[in-house]
């Protein structure tokens, strides 16, 4: 598998549940990313790690909560969200931090009930 | 926050021709990017630039650092039907880890 392979593709869930986003990277990539991607709006950031460590909060609501275990793997735990958060999640990854040339996922359709 | 003005939103052009876009920005950038996504994918980087003035190529596709530092251009020859998707430009400043995207350039092109 190469490049960043993010699962689900699509997610129905409800404002009550709790689910996980999940990408993947075998590129030996340093710097992982998590980006939203709504309609009609810029991408926008949510999370930096950089070798595991959070590096950025983008003022992230704390019903989306990431973790990272190692360098290859970045999640996006959810719970309680709201319709507004329907959206295409995106996960990218560099080599590291300070380089901008992201190869992203293919994303997360994710709709909130 | 920095913000960046991608123009134009959309458009349609004829298989063959030529394309330009653009993106501006209130403030100074270091890095400008430009991207491409096609439906169902995510982006996928297909030019950067790192030098005011600086002019690159990559096939069909040229993008230039505007000298101000606050404005970047793609051009797209000879268009082709796989050329369809959104373009969105991509900046980087000083003080974060943070890329400001564009609102994206959706382009169709009409055999």
């Known amino acids: 598998e190469t490049g960043v392979t993010q699962t689900p593709r699509h997610l129905v869930m409800g404002m009550t549940n709790k689910k996980s986003l999940k990408c993947e990277q075998h590129?030996?990539?340093?710097?992982m990313y998590w980006y939203k991607q709504s309609a009609k709006k810029p991408l926008e950031l949510m999370f930096v790690?950089?070798?595991?460590?959070?590096?950025e909060n983008n003022s992230v609501p704390s019903r989306f909560s990431p973790e990272c275990p190692n360098s290859s793997h970045l999640f996006l735990h959810l719970h309680t969200l709201q319709p507004e958060d329907s959206a295409l999640y995106l996960c990218?990854?560099?080599?590291?931090?300070?380089?901008?040339?992201?190869?992203f996922g293919s994303g997360t359709r994710l709709t909130v009930v | 926050g920095q913000q960046l003005n991608q123009s134009p939103q959309s458009m349609f052009i004829q298989e063959g021709e030529d394309v330009s876009m653009n993106c501006t920005s209130s403030?100074?950038?270091?890095?400008w990017l430009w991207y491409k996504q096609d439906p169902g994918e995510g982006p996928v980087l297909l030019i950067a630039?790192?030098?005011?003035?600086e002019l690159t190529s990559n096939g069909r596709l040229t993008a230039q650092f505007g000298i101000t530092r606050k404005d970047s251009f793609l051009n797209i020859s000879a268009s082709i039907p796989s050329d369809v998707g959104i373009y969105f430009c991509?900046?980087?400043?000083?003080?974060?880890?943070?890329?400001?995207f564009g609102k994206g350039t959706k382009l169709s092109v009409i055999p």
């Open positions: 403030s100074i950038f270091n890095t």
């Open positions: 990218a990854s560099t080599g590291q931090l300070g380089n901008y040339g992201y190869t």
């Open positions: 790690y950089s070798l595991e460590e959070r590096v």
């Open positions: 630039l790192y030098k005011a003035g």
């Open positions: 590129l030996g990539h340093n710097a």
């Open positions: 991509a900046g980087h400043g000083a003080g974060s880890y943070q890329l400001t």
